[in-house]
């Protein structure tokens, strides 16, 4: 049996999507956004690639619909608005390709595999922090995890991420295997010095990692230009 596969995920939808706590990021990836080499921008893709920010939004909005009801704990950071930087970014990497991204990732992280409604299914299971949910209801909003579609995270640690997706960069340059990680951050990292060590090293060493770069002058906290010496 694949390890990529549990005993619910060949049957219907709904249970083959939230079963994959098993899954080895060393497993064959599942096909997703990312997969489509041969993708140009035609009418066809265009669509699907609306159509994937229109169910990010769908799925956010109900998100912040069951939040305001009271039904999910802890934070929720929305990306609303941001639907076409992960959706246009992660349609140009194929399958065995990696995306990282922030504490504000759900749209990273259905973008990934393909904006099925398997994936939207496990999101807002872990938003709502059911056992049932990709990260197993053990994360919730920050900790998305899907290792079956090459997404790794979610992390709520500003900046923290960026050494983590050069470190995913060097384990595919250091295997021989031709992956790219896909990095994503808000301006906000660039407060962290892990950033800089992660900037470096990927620099250093040349990983083979693409870093997305995100500029949202107001959304958790202060105004970047509080928080920076120049404007951003
Ligand atoms: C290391 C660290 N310091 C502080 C925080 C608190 N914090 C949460 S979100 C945030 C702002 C992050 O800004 P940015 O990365 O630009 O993301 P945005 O909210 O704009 O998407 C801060 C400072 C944190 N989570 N981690
Ligand atoms: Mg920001």
New binding site residues.
């Given amino acids: 049996m694949d390890n990529t596969q549990t005993p619910g995920s060949q049957g219907d939808g709904e249970t083959a999507a939230l079963a994959r706590p098993e899954a080895k990021i060393d497993a064959k990836p599942e096909a997703g956004a990312g997969a489509r080499p041969e993708a140009q921008t035609d009418i066809k893709l265009l669509r699907e690639l609306y159509r994937q920010m229109l169910v990010i939004r769908r799925v956010e909005e109900a998100a912040a619909k069951a939040y305001a009801q009271g039904k999910m704990g802890g934070f929720l ?1 929305l ?1 609303i608005g ?1 639907e076409s930087v992960c959706v246009g970014a992660i349609a140009a990497l194929r399958a065995e390709d990696y995306a990282v991204a ?3 990732e759900h749209g990273h992280c259905i973008a990934k595999a393909g904006a099925t409604i398997d994936v939207c299914k496990g999101v807002l299971a872990e938003l709502m922090g059911k056992s049932t949910g990709i990260s197993r209801g053990l994360g919730g909003s920050m900790h998305l995890f899907d290792a079956r579609h090459r997404f790794l995270g979610g992390y ?5 991420h960026v050494p983590l997706a050069a470190g995913v960069a060097y384990a595919s340059k250091y295997r021989g295997l031709p992956e790219v990680t896909l990095c994503f ?8 010095g ?1 950033f800089h060590e992660g900037l470096s090293l990927a620099g250093l060493w040349k990983l083979p990692i693409v870093l997305s770069a ?8 202060r105004r ?1 230009t509080a ?1 920076w010496p120049c404007p951003t």
């Fill in positions: 950071h990306g941001q922030t504490y504000r709520g640690i500003v900046g923290g951050f808000g301006e906000g990292s660039a407060n962290q892990a995100r500029t949202t002058s107001t959304r958790w906290a970047s928080r």
